[in-house]
């Protein structure tokens, strides 16, 4: 068997980010004709073009695609071994943390994590992200350090988790509304009021939806919103009740009642996200820790 040369390794991952000889040699420093006949021996090594014409692009065959996954964390892995390992010194540390998040968790946690990281690491920064979607893509991708919400089938399954808390889902209504007035509200006289959907995609349903399908009712859904802080708005200055995550929205909810439900709801487990890239790294071992200890359930 040939020996391997692990440097092709580096080569790769680099033409199957740029997916241009010519920028990839300048990134690693190479002639355009050193990387032209690198990914010669890319292609005859791997049996694959892995990069083809298009116009007057290449793009990524569908084994370079499959590679692309793979050896980014094999070349980051290669690199922390490497690498003298160095103490963490949280005093000296200079880092950006990208957060992406749903509706709601910024608004909640925010001001807590940025007090404690300011506290520990007075050189970090964070940046927090809308989560329009569950894709996996920007963990993948690099583009964002850590993620939260709810575990879904569209998450990549190499993707680490680490569950923070437990959420149940309770009503909200205005101060003064009907039903905020009773001591219990009934299944029935709930799903009888008027009420404001939570979707990003605009459709009814959920799993409070779901659970009173069970027992042959339906809500009275008269609006739909695609986030908890638009129903929350709405539900303030309305008659209309909204369902919410309970802890997703404990420090958001002034001027509004809220009121257990007497029917069974699945509860949402809230979890932290990240890529395996990250796994060992240190500084983002503290900032999961973070994360952990400011919005998890020992809180």
Request: with cysteine; aromatic share 6%; proline share 7%.
């Amino acid at each position: 068997m040939p020996q391997l040369d692990f440097n092709l390794l580096l080569t790769l991952d680099v033409l199957l980010a740029e997916q241009n000889v010519a920028r990839a040699a300048r990134r690693l420093q190479l002639s355009p004709s050193a990387m032209s006949r690198a990914l010669a021996r890319l292609r005859e090594t791997t049996g694959d073009p892995l990069l083809v014409r298009a116009g007057r692009g290449l793009v990524p065959t569908p084994r370079a695609l499959e590679l692309r996954e793979r050896i980014g964390p094999l070349v980051q892995e290669i690199d922390a071994v490497l690498r003298p390992l160095k103490a963490l010194k949280l005093g000296e540390l200079a880092r950006t943390f990208t957060l992406r998040s749903s509706d709601g968790f910024v608004e909640n946690f925010g001001a807590a994590l940025i007090e404690r990281v300011s506290r520990e690491a007075p050189g970090v920064r964070l940046c927090f992200l809308p989560k329009p979607d569950k894709a996996s893509t920007p963990l993948r991708e690099g583009a964002v350090d850590l993620e939260t919400g709810v575990l879904g089938a569209t998450m990549g399954p190499e993707i680490r988790t680490q569950a923070l808390f437990r959420d149940e889902w309770v009503g909200l209504v205005r101060e003064g509304h009907p039903l905020a007035q009773q001591q219990r509200v009934t299944a029935e006289r709930f799903a009888q009021a008027r009420h404001i959907g939570v979707s990003r995609r605009g459709e009814v349903g959920g799993p409070v939806d779901e659970a009173l399908v069970s027992l042959g009712l339906q809500r009275n859904v008269v609006a739909t919103v695609g986030g908890f802080m638009a129903a929350l708005a709405i539900a303030r200055s309305t008659d209309l009740v909204a369902c919410v995550p309970d802890r997703h929205t404990q420090n958001l909810r002034n001027g509004l009642q809220s009121f257990a439900l007497t029917f069974p709801v699945p509860p949402l487990t809230i979890s932290l996200f990240w890529h395996p890239r990250f796994q060992a790294d240190p500084a983002h071992l503290w900032m999961r820790q973070v994360v952990l200890e400011v919005c998890g359930e020992a809180r």
